[in-house]
């Protein structure tokens, strides 16, 4: 495709399930990353990839926050025992290297409401 | 850490009006800022971004905004706004001399008034 997808849209999950959220890039683009974006905020970096190399995964929240990229082009993010603090759109980034002139392009988000 | 901040969560604008939503930045590094858009149910696109250079950016759609260190400000500016314009924006600047790690500020809601 042309742009970032991500899927599922929209996730509904009861507390303390598990949930995976997927990441597909631009093709050829090394660089991949994760924000959460909670209502009426700005995106927060989660963590992100060059290729399946997992660089830097400051801002995940809790050890409960996985995220995996293992042939260096699908990502997914999976969050175990969600809690309704993980509530957010989860955004999906990526880019064609790691330069301040590589731009990063972003899908649609997942939306996930944990009940 | 390197931060960016807008005061303004919403602004109303009449159609055809002109627009400037603010953005301050702080940062102890080299300065690198980007406005973001993000219309409803889509994905964050970039709008402009400064580097070095020429203080005045001019991005899509019309907007454009100018770097200050003086006043660590990097407003954005559109002179005659449409109602394609309705749509959230966010001023970010990266933590490091590279894009890996993004701050976003908390981004200003435009609405447009016809």
């Known amino acids: 495709g042309a742009g970032v997808s991500q899927s599922p849209r929209y996730k509904v999950a009861k507390r303390g399930q598990d949930v995976a959220l997927r990441c597909d890039p631009i093709?050829?683009?090394?660089?991949l990353f994760w924000y959460q974006q909670a209502l009426g905020q700005g995106p927060e970096f989660l963590t992100y990839f060059q290729n399946e190399a997992q660089l830097d995964k400051s801002g995940l929240p809790s050890d409960r926050f996985f995220a995996e990229r293992p042939e260096g082009s699908v990502s997914t993010l999976k969050i175990q025992r969600t809690q309704q603090e993980d509530s957010a759109v989860y955004l999906c980034?990526?880019?064609?290297?790691?330069?301040?002139?590589?731009?990063?392009?972003f899908g649609p988000g997942t939306r996930l409401t944990v009940l | 850490a390197q931060s960016v901040t807008q005061l303004d969560s919403q602004v109303p604008v009449f159609e055809e009006a002109p627009v400037e939503l603010r953005c301050n930045y702080s940062s102890s590094v080299s300065v690198y800022l980007f406005w973001y858009v993000q219309y409803p149910n889509q994905g964050l696109q970039l709008l402009l971004k400064?580097?070095?250079?020429?203080?005045l950016v001019k991005g899509i759609n019309g907007f454009e905004a100018e770097f200050n260190k003086s006043q660590t400000s990097f407003h954005l500016r559109k002179p005659s706004v449409h109602i394609s314009d309705t749509a959230e924006y966010f001023c970010a600047l990266p933590q490091r001399n590279g894009n890996e790690k993004l701050t976003f500020g908390t981004g200003t809601r435009l609405t447009i008034i016809p």
């Open positions: 093709s050829g683009h090394v660089s």
């Open positions: 400064y580097l070095s250079g020429s203080t």
């Open positions: 980034a990526s880019s064609r290297g790691l330069a301040i002139t590589d731009t990063q392009y």
